[in-house]
Structures are given as C-alpha cells and as structure tokens.
C-alpha cells in the first residue's frame, strides 16, 4: 500500500522568512515518482515538480528546492523569501506501480504581509 | 490550448437528485481521471479511464458511475446524490498511466448536496 504524509496541517509566516514543508513516504516499489502541487485560493491544482526514485539529487527552481531523501522516505519542499502570493496548500503526492496518484492531506501555507 | 475544463463550476443538488459532471481536455492525453478532494483528506481517486471507451474503479467508485464516450471527455455521474458526496470533484488527465506520467488537474466542480 501507499500512503503519504503531510504532518504539518497548517504553517503561518512572515513575509521574507523561508518555509519548509514536510512529507514523508510510504511504498514498497522500487520504481516510484514524488510530485508537489499547490493548490491556491483560487482552488485549482497547480504542478510544481516531479522527481523518481533513482534522483537523490535536490533541485532548486528560483524560490522553491526540494530535497529528496530515500533514506529517510521524504521528499521536502522548501520556499525561500516568501511572498503573499505563495499562499496556498500544498499536496505531496506519490505515484508507483499502478494508476494511482496518492495524496497527502496538504499543508496550508499563510504568508502574512 | 485550454488544457483541463470542468463543467460546471458550482452545483447544488437536493438528496436523491441526479446529475453529470463533464471533464474536458484538449492535449490528447490518453489517460483521464475523477478525484474528490474533502478537507484534510487530499485527493481520491474515483473512477479513472486508460482510454476511450473504457473505464476502471479507483479508491471511492461508490455511488458513482463514469464513461469515456469520446478521448477529450470524461464524464462523472450521480445517479442519486448523497450529503456525503458534497465535495470538490477534481478531473486530471495524463498521455499515459505509466508512473512517470504527470497528472495535469482541471480547475475543480464544487458541489454541495442538502
């Protein structure tokens, strides 16, 4: 079975501070893909990255790098300097063998001016 | 290119009443797909479909039914809504079902049943 973990509910900043957001994976495949959506106000559900299992390499795209970890069965989100309009949940996903795309339940992020 | 539409946006509907969601897409993709997304839960997978003219049971099929008349459209039924079907119905569409593959997610139907 797969399932995924967002232990944090909700996570309230200041504009400017850095932010983490954590998820933690569970799967017995070898072959699998992590993916991050954001999901803002607005309510649609926007792709930000997809990584597969073989990558341990991080990746840093302007304000956002992630950092995947098989040792440790994460795959964690940071944003640097946040800004107002980086409000929004945040859904780590999982994806291994078979069609299904297995959520977390999201981490709301409220960056206050 | 529009990419994922849903229609419609917002729906109320009375217990026991009846009605269809309809999922477009315009990038050819193969494989299309049904969430619900309930607070704190994610998403959840409903019905899924591999191609036209076929379909296959997600994580929570019940009380809904789905078909794959034509490849751009996937529609989600209701044949008797529930209060426990108020969700936010969340159509995605991917080229393949193979892991590798990103979901890409239209903007979402609203429903609330009283």
């Known amino acids: 079975a797969q399932k995924v973990t967002q232990a944090q509910t909700e996570i309230s900043v200041v504009e400017k501070e850095d932010v983490t957001l954590d998820c933690v994976y569970e799967?017995?495949?070898?072959?699998?893909?992590l993916f991050w959506y954001k999901q803002p106000p607005s309510g649609e559900l926007v792709f930000l990255i997809r990584?597969?299992?073989?990558?341990?390499q991080n990746e840093i795209s302007g304000r956002y790098s992630w950092n995947f970890q098989k040792s440790t069965s994460s795959f964690n989100f940071t944003i640097t300097a946040s800004q107002v309009v980086d409000s929004a949940v945040y859904f780590c996903?999982?994806?291994?063998?078979?069609?299904?795309?297995?959520f977390g339940g999201g981490t709301r992020v409220l960056v206050k001016p | 290119n529009a990419g994922v539409t849903q229609t419609p946006k917002f729906r109320v509907l009375k217990t026991g009443q009846s009605m269809t969601l309809l999922c477009a897409q315009d990038m050819n993709h193969e494989y299309m797909y049904w969430y619900r997304q309930d607070p704190g839960m994610g998403l959840r997978l409903i019905h899924y479909s591999v191609g036209e003219g076929t379909t296959a049971k997600g994580e929570v099929p019940d009380g809904y039914n789905v078909s794959r008349l034509k490849k751009q459209n996937f529609l989600l039924g209701l044949e008797s809504a529930a209060p426990s079907q108020t969700s936010v119905y969340f159509c995605?569409?991917?080229?393949?079902?193979?892991?590798?593959?990103?979901?890409?997610f239209g903007p979402g139907t609203r429903l609330l049943v009283l």
């Open positions: 990584r597969n299992s073989f990558d341990e």
């Open positions: 799967t017995r495949d070898t072959t699998y893909y």
């Open positions: 995605a569409s991917s080229f393949w079902g193979v892991t590798q593959e990103t979901q890409y």
């Open positions: 996903a999982l994806k291994a063998a078979g069609n299904k795309l297995t």
